[in-house]
């Protein structure tokens, strides 16, 4: 079992442009939830996942998107990057009350 | 609102002494705990969970007490090795596992020999 799978693992972006992060949840996983971590900082909720649609939303703007797919994966969209937003973000899976695993992050640095 | 804070930026426990980090949440309805350990360039890992129907759970070498009266919980470590050096993060999450998990800001454990 490969747990959960983040790509890429580091990304360098201009400001204004778009990124999109993808996750691969844990084997028979069915809700994929992101977060975003700065630097010294604690994970920070974005969004959850479940059947495919928005579950929840934490305080980011609508330039923060995502999508999953039927195969539970799931991809994160930023749009008009500011430097702010450079950051690890987490994609984190689970499975009904069973508890959350977290992928290695993928490093994004806006310049 | 939504908090949920440690009480030390850095802790430094000689090695083979025990360890215990502390957290503090603002959220009385809050009924799930989670301690999660992040080390360098990984995800944060499950380490133990207590709902709030428990005020003591055991696992192996890590003991968590939760307080409500105070709104307190605490991570003990016990025989504290190197390779517990990382970021503990406390967090709260309903009982459901359906909801967001609420990180606070960590307190990064140093180990010395």
């Known amino acids: 079992d490969a747990g959960v799978t983040q790509s890429p693992t580091h990304l360098i972006k201009t400001r204004g442009q778009q990124v999109t992060l993808r996750c691969s949840p844990k084997?028979?996983?069915?809700?994929v939830s992101w977060y975003q971590q700065a630097l010294g900082q604690g994970p920070q909720f974005i969004f959850q996942?479940?059947?495919?649609?928005?579950?929840q939303r934490g305080n980011f703007p609508d330039r923060f998107s995502g999508h999953q797919f039927p195969n539970y994966s799931s991809e994160l969209n930023v749009n008009a990057l500011l430097l702010g937003d450079s950051a690890l973000y987490l994609c984190?899976?689970?499975?009904?009350?069973?508890?959350?695993?977290f992928g290695q992050g993928t490093r994004l640095t806006v310049v | 609102g939504e908090s949920v804070g440690l009480h030390l930026p850095t802790l430094s426990v000689q090695e083979g002494d025990n360890s215990i980090i502390n957290c503090a949440y603002s959220?009385?309805?809050?009924?799930?705990f989670i301690w999660y350990k992040q080390e360098s360039g990984k995800g944060p890992q499950f380490i133990i969970d207590i709902r709030s129907n428990m005020d003591k759970r055991q696992g192996q070498r890590v003991t968590v007490l939760l307080n409500k009266t105070v709104k307190h919980l605490s991570l003990q470590i016990a025989a504290t090795q190197p390779g517990d050096s990382a970021v503990y993060f406390c967090?709260?999450?309903?009982?459901?596992?359906?909801?967001?998990?609420?990180f606070g800001k960590g307190t990064r454990l140093h180990i010395l020999p």
């Open positions: 084997s028979g996983h069915d809700t």
């Open positions: 967090a709260e999450n309903s009982v459901n596992r359906d909801d967001k998990i609420i």
């Open positions: 959220n009385s309805a809050s009924d799930y």
């Open positions: 984190a899976s689970s499975f009904g009350t069973l508890e959350a695993f």
């Open positions: 996942y479940y059947e495919e649609e928005e579950r």
